[in-house]
T-cell receptor, first 109, second 113 residues
Framework: KQEVTQIPAALSVPEGENLVLNCSFT??????LQWFRQDPGKGLTSLLL?????REQTSGRLNASLDKSSGRSTLYIAASQPGDSATYLC????????FGTGTSLTVIP | SQTIHQWPATLVQPVGSPLSLECTVE??????LYWYRQAAGRGLQLLFY??????ISSEVPQNLSASRPQDRQFILSSKKLLLSDSGFYLC????????????FGPGTRLTVT
């Protein structure tokens, strides 16, 4: 069964720093990988979707990479802002979606 | 554009009472629909998914059930709630199989007392 791990579980950085969140998965036979953001008490907001044939996707200050062969993805956030504070989850899809437990990010003003 | 709705937003129910949570999707047809539960401090657990009307697959044996009476309507039910059913319930949809993106509703916070 596919297992998805996210490290670190929590991260606190000062405003303006660049940061990297990590996601690893055990089965490389995936259709895609998706990064989400979740604010407290809210649903998940899709940030980036990377198809299995792609290496990276960019949206604004966010850049996600995918190395399917090694079972890893990273989410790079440039010039972090307090509004980026949230929990970030990654999910991989084969027949179903498999989620990591998330990284809780706090950006300190 | 597509929109996904869930209600109610919050619910407090006593142990042993019934449950009905509803999810509807607008702006698409024949979506794949999903119910997830997110317990405090834990990841998302897939409960049910549906690829069409009346087609329900269960991922976790439990006292919950799901139904899809219409193409864009997905209902999560229970006849008798347990304390362990407390959590944050999320409905999601994606367009078919393969490499499609998944979109989530706002969620329902259920507290069983």
């Amino acid at each position: 069964k596919q297992e998805v791990t996210q490290i670190p579980a929590a991260l606190s950085v000062p405003e303006g720093e660049n940061l990297v969140l990590n996601c690893s998965f055990t089965d490389s036979a995936i259709y895609n990988l998706q990064w989400f953001r979740q604010d407290p008490g809210k649903g998940l907001t899709s940030l980036l979707l990377i198809q299995s044939s792609q290496r990276e996707q960019t949206s604004g200050r966010l850049n996600a990479s995918l190395d399917k062969s090694s079972g890893r993805s990273t989410l790079y956030i440039a010039a972090s802002q307090p509004g980026d504070s949230a929990t970030y989850l990654c999910a991989v899809r084969r027949n179903q979606f498999y989620f990591g437990t998330g990284t809780s990010l706090t950006v300190i003003p | 554009s597509q929109t996904i709705h869930q209600w109610p937003a919050t619910l407090v129910q006593p142990v042993g009472s019934p449950l009905s949570l509803e999810c509807t999707v607008e702006g698409t047809s024949n979506p794949n629909l999903y119910w997830y539960r997110q317990a405090a401090g834990r990841g998302l657990q897939l409960l049910f998914y549906s690829v069409g009307i009346g087609q329900i697959s269960s991922e976790v044996p439990q006292n919950l059930s799901a139904s899809r009476p219409q193409d864009r309507q997905f209902i999560l039910s229970s006849k008798k709630l347990l304390l362990s059913d407390s959590g944050f319930y999320l409905c999601a949809w994606s367009q078919g199989q393969g490499g499609y993106e998944q979109y989530f509703g706002p969620g329902t916070r259920l507290t069983v007392t």
